[in-house]
């Protein structure tokens, strides 16, 4: 019962350095969400995908990039990292409409100095 | 723009105690309220409201939603340490889910 898988953990970027965060499922949903999550401040969406080859800006996408090329795979890409982008991200998949109820992964907690 | 907004911020409560939590949305093209339970990781869900007045109930957790103010409640009844948590509560809107700030709930023994 892996759900929705995250790595890595924990990470400590310096300014400027890029880096992939990977997210993986294994419930063949074709929703999946990229999110990040300050202190006190609730989660921000950063990019959706609802199906593969499809993906959307959500209300935070500056700094970050996805592709979706397999239904499982949703990585987020931090280009040139800043340290405003220090934050936790969290990955979710979502049961398909009528069900809608987001799954999420354990987090990686990213530093940027 | 869309939003959702819960109160309090943060509550501190003795063993025993009832609170309610809220939370009130702004959103175009609404299709269901969320609540879900944050204890240092994830997010674990608790309860999904698509229909006004109905109320759900797990155990000593129970939620309504009311589609005409725009606002849904979270009740703990009985409350132990372990409801220690940030509860959040988020708004589907079709292909985006909107979550508030949440509110941080820490149960005193």
């Known amino acids: 019962n892996a759900g929705v898988t995250q790595t890595p953990k924990f990470r400590i970027l310096k300014i400027g350095q890029s880096m992939t965060l990977q997210c993986t499922q294994d419930?063949?949903?074709?929703?999946m969400y990229w999110y990040r999550q300050d202190p006190g401040m609730g989660l921000k969406l950063i990019y959706y995908?609802?199906?593969?080859?499809?993906?959307d800006k959500g209300e935070v996408p500056n700094g970050y990039n996805v592709s979706r090329s397999t239904t499982e795979d949703f990585p987020l890409r931090l280009e040139l990292a800043a340290p405003s982008q220090t934050s936790v991200y969290f990955c979710a998949s979502r049961t398909e409409p009528g069900l809608e109820k987001l799954f999420f992964g354990s987090g990686t907690q990213l530093s940027v100095l | 723009e869309d939003k959702v907004v819960q109160s309090p911020l943060s509550l501190v409560v003795h063993e025993g105690d009832t609170v309610t939590l809220n939370c009130s949305y702004e959103?175009?093209?609404?299709?269901?309220l969320l609540w879900y339970k944050q204890e240092k990781k994830a997010p674990t869900f608790l309860f999904m409201l698509t229909s006004s007045g109905i109320e759900k109930k797990s155990g000593r957790l129970s939620s309504i939603l009311d589609k005409k103010e725009l606002f849904s409640i979270l009740n703990i009844t009985a409350t132990q340490t372990g409801d220690s948590a940030i509860y959040l509560c988020a708004s589907n809107t079709g292909n985006q889910f909107y979550f508030g700030t949440g509110t941080s709930l820490t149960v005193i023994p």
């Open positions: 419930m063949n949903h074709n929703y």
């Open positions: 995908s609802v199906g593969a080859g499809i993906t």
């Open positions: 959103v175009t093209n609404f299709r269901s």
